[in-house]
């Protein structure tokens, strides 16, 4: 038996279509020797934007448009703080994506993922939109902080591709799907778009000078480790003339808390700071060495760009 299809699920069936049909030539599989990735053509110029994991060390890239026409590519700038970077490339007719306003988007809004998982090029997943505004936690001291959570399956060389909104407008890019901590497996249903805007503001640094100068986030000044058998990170190193030298922190210390919330480990540390802003003020409270603890004020700068 064939079932009637509603108007109004036939209209969303065709938007889906459209879509799919107007972003996919704006979408590219990015190759290195490390592996795949996917980027967005950005502007007419050949600049692509895409994550900075997927770049890796690499200078130069082989870049496949949707046609299958295989180019050059190389680096522009990148700056790991955000998992931004860009690259280029020189041919002609190129499709630039539509860029929206992340700040727009809903919860709940349908958003799709089109990029190239596991070497499928143009591959299109759907979800919802489950959060804005949250904090993505890539490891290795890296905190994204203002990512899109959303139900559209991010797999392996999703990375640097496109979220768009039923417009076809690019609101975030796919980085990272969330992983079960206790089976250590991928969590279906959960991943993190870096926000368009995010992506823009720093994409356009490094179109423009190849690096970025302008990070708005905040910076502490210090290298810690995981303490051992103590609450807090231990402070490896205080760089010189940063908010940390100047509130007075030393090497050896334990920085326990921040902003009255605990920092057990290097990455909280970090997800903590994302959250904060250059030139706020805030009490670290800090364990020394001989088991007394202080607190102390910090005058908070910004991270510095690359």
Sequence with gaps: MTVKVLPGAQALALQFERVVQAVQPSVVQIETAEGLGSGI???????IVTNAHVIG?????????YNGRRLRGTLTGSFA???????????????PASWGRSSLVKVGSIVMAIGNPLGL??????????AVGRLGEEGGG???????QTSAAI???NSGGA?????????????LGAVNPQAGTPAAGIGFAISSDR???????????????????AYLGVRVGQALGAPGVVVAQVEAGTPAAKAGIRAGEAIVSVAGRPTPDPQTLASVLATLRPGQTVKLRIANPDGSTRTVSVRLGQLPGS
């Design 41 to 47: 053509i950005a502007d007419a110029q050949g600049h």
């Design 57 to 65: 060390n690499a200078k130069t890239f082989t870049v496949t448009l």
């Design 81 to 95: 703080p955000e998992d931004i970077g860009v690259i280029d490339i020189d041919a002609p007719s190129l499709r």
């Design 121 to 130: 090029r143009a591959s299109v997943t759907q979800g919802i939109v489950s």
């Design 142 to 148: 890296i905190v994204l902080p203002d990512t899109i």
């Design 155 to 157: 797999n392996p060389g």
């Design 163 to 175: 979220l768009v909104n039923l417009r076809g407008q690019v609101v975030g890019i796919p980085t």
């Design 199 to 217: 992506a823009l503001f720093i994409a356009r640094q490094l179109i423009a000078r190849g690096r970025v100068s302008s990070t708005g986030r």
